[in-house]
Each structure stands twice: as C-alpha cells, then as structure tokens.
C-alpha cells in the first residue's frame, strides 16, 4: 500500500489517499476479499457438515443432500461491486488502520445482494491503546467529472450519512445493540468481548468517546480533492474528541473486472 496523499491533524483526525499494486490487489481480491464475501468460515462448516450427513454410517443421503454439497463445493460469487468495495474496504482497515470486525455481517442477511442496514462498517478501531466503537460508511465510484465524487456530496453520500451517524444517537445506540447481541457468539475472554466492553466504557464516558471512518474505493487516478473538501466539512460538524477519518483507495483493476477476478483463483 502507498500513500499518495494525506493530512493528519491528530491520531483521531485525517484524511489520507492510498493506492494498491495491482498483484498485491489481485491477491486480495482472490483471497481476503473472498473470503469477507463467501463468509469462508461459516461456508466451511456448512460444507462439513453436510459431508459428515452423507458420511455418516446407515444414512442415506438423498439426491437434494448429494445436490447441494455440490452447490457448495462449486459456489461463486455473485454481488455487485459496490459489496466488493464494501468488503475491501474491510481488509484494508483490518490490515492498516487498527480496526476489526469480528463477526461477518453475510450471517445477517438473507439476500447477499442487498444493501447493508443501518452503517456499512461497524466495528471496533484501536487509538493509542484505546479500543473505540467504530461506524462507517463506504462508497465505489468511477466518477471523474466531479472531485469530489457525487457519492461522496450527495443526498446519500458519505459526508451525509457520516454526519447523521453523528446527529443521531438512537441510530448508534442500534448499532451498538447489534455488537452486544453478537458477543453471545463468543466465549468468555475472546477478543470480540474485551473490545465491546472497552468501546462501551470509553462511549459512555464524560466525553462519549468513538470513531467515524468514510471510505471511497476508486478504480480512476488519484485526485486529493476525492476526500479532503469533504473532511474539512466533516470535521467542523463532528466535534472532537470524537474520531473522524477518511480513507480514498485507488485500485488498478477496472471494478468491472473485480468480481472475475474473484470468482478465477486458478
């Protein structure tokens, strides 16, 4: 990952352009990416268990058992790019950024090729050895007419969902709901427990404490003019000492090509 262009105000606050060498971005795409999109754990015990079924000792597998073990061994994604750039997204906050998302949100939803509800990223993102609750929302565009890119200004772009994050407490309080009726996923001592209770003290706390994180994924040439308007927007409406940040990823492969990519690991 190369940095193009950034400004840093603070570890809560900046903005920062990246670009990807297009091999390091094919093997994302191949693999990380994949597996964010497939949900390759839980896609795994499927499979497993449907073998065990048609393993196990006096069974008699039936012909829709038979047909949709093969379903899974063959299965390919299919999303629209838009939930590729969401999933990058993902990699590359968990990679370089500090942030973790510990529960696949795939789980969630019963059309894979919808929208997510609520926020695209809701997670956890650790600031100098503080672990806060993270809300983010992310964009894919193509656009060049405009810098910033619509999907940045619009109605529904990324500076005004960012802002209502930020105006509406109920919103959050949902979302916050959504990560503690997670934790009962995950045994006592786990990391996804040790940060939503950090993320929870440091919320409630005197200064109400969390981080916001707009993401644009961009397959043009790079253009600092992409995000930093729209930070410096941003951040005289979001007041500190909450955390605001925005990422622009610059991606080498046509994001018509993306899901291809995806889809031949050969």
């Known amino acids: 990952m190369n940095v193009l262009f950034e400004h840093i105000e603070s570890p ?87 942030c973790r998302f510990h529960w696949n949100e795939n789980r969630d939803t ?23 609750f993270l809300f983010g929302e992310v964009k894919t565009s193509s656009e060049t007419a405009n810098r910033p890119p619509q999907v940045m200004t619009g109605a529904k772009g990324v500076e005004n969902q960012l802002r209502d994050l930020y105006n509406d407490r109920s919103k959050r309080l949902i979302l916050i709901s959504y990560l503690k009726n997670k934790m009962r ?10 940060d939503f209770e950090a993320s929870q003290r440091a919320y409630y706390s005197g200064i109400e404490y969390y981080h916001l994180f707009g993401v644009l994924v961009r397959d043009v040439e790079a253009d600092g003019r992409d995000i930093s308007s729209s930070y410096e927007r941003l951040k005289e409406h979001v007041l500190e000492p909450k955390g605001i940040k925005l990422l622009a990823m610059y991606l080498p492969i046509r994001k018509e090509d993306w899901v291809e990519i995806i889809n031949d690991r050969d």
């Open 12 to 98: 809560n606050r900046c903005y920062k352009g990246v670009s990807i060498d297009e091999q390091v971005c094919r093997h994302h795409l191949q693999n990380a990416v994949r597996d964010n999109l497939k949900d390759s754990q839980e896609w795994q015990d499927s499979l497993d268990r449907l073998r065990a079924l048609r393993d196990e000792t006096g069974f008699e597998a039936s012909d829709g058992l038979l047909a949709d073990i093969q379903a899974l061994e063959n299965e390919e994604i299919e999303v629209q790019q838009f939930r590729v750039g969401e999933a990058y997204a993902e990699v590359i906050l968990e990679q370089e950024f500090s």
């Open 110 to 132: 019963r059309n894979p090729k919808g929208n997510k509800t609520g926020a695209d990223l809701v997670g956890f993102i650790e600031v100098e050895d503080q672990v806060l």
């Open 185 to 194: 996923h995950f045994p006592e001592g786990h990391q996804f427990r040790r």
